[in-house]
């Protein structure tokens, strides 16, 4: 069975730096990867989606690689802000009808 | 606005008393699904629908029902329900996962159910 590991589980960082978070998963048959931003009292968000055929995607200060061999994808957030405070989880696509998620990273930033 | 709601938002119950949480989307979507997310353990999977009267078990299913009569809406309903489903529950709905698996899913805000 797919399991999805998220390293740190936690990070605190100052405003202006740029990060890195990790996600790892144990059978690299998936057909795409998901990272989505989850906010307390709301849902999930998608902020990217990669094709398990691509190697990465971007979205304004957004980065996500995709390593499917390797069974690793991360995500890099340039200029960190305050506002980009949430938990960051990560999901793979192991068949037509579901998603395996990771138990997340909870990002703070500080001013 | 395109979205996923879902009600009630927060409920407190105790065991044994049926309940249902609601979830509508209105972007026409074929595919909806049901996760519970606790602590450590991530959001798993309950139940999920490829399209009305068509409804299959998640990795969770056990102590909890769903129904697909429309395309908008896909209740979860849980019969007798214990205080191990205390847990936040997430709708989410896509376009069509079948189609090359392009397609992200949107979640609804979530209810977070306590079992007393």
């Known amino acids: 069975k797919q399991e999805v590991t998220q390293i740190p589980a936690a990070l605190s960082v100052p405003e202006g730096e740029n990060l890195v978070l990790n996600c790892s998963f144990t059978d690299s048959a998936i057909y795409n990867l998901q990272w989505f931003r989850q906010d307390p009292g709301k849902g999930l968000t998608s902020l990217l989606l990669i094709q398990s055929s691509q190697r990465e995607q971007t979205s304004g200060r957004l980065n996500a690689s995709l390593d499917k061999s390797s069974g690793r994808s991360t995500l890099y957030i340039a200029a960190s802000q305050p506002g980009d405070s949430a938990t960051y989880l990560c999901?793979?696509?192991?068949?037509?009808?579901?998603?395996?998620f990771g138990t997340g990273t909870r990002l703070t930033v500080i001013p | 606005e395109a979205q996923v709601t879902q009600n009630p938002r927060y409920l407190i119950t105790v065991t044994g008393k049926k309940l249902t949480v609601t979830c509508s989307q209105n972007?026409?979507?074929?595919?909806m699904s049901w996760y519970r997310q606790d602590p450590g353990l991530g959001l798993r999977q309950i139940y999920y629908s490829m399209n009305v009267e068509v409804t299959d078990k998640g990795d969770v299913p056990e102590g909890y029902k769903v129904s697909r009569k429309e395309k908008r809406n896909f209740p979860l309903i849980l019969e007798s329900p214990s205080p191990n489903q205390t847990s936040l529950y997430f709708c989410a709905s896509s376009l069509d996962i079948l189609a090359g698996a392009t397609d992200t899913q949107y979640f609804g805000p979530g209810t977070r159910l306590t079992v007393l």
């Open positions: 999901a793979v696509s192991a068949g037509a009808n579901n998603l395996f």
């Open positions: 972007m026409n979507h074929e595919y």
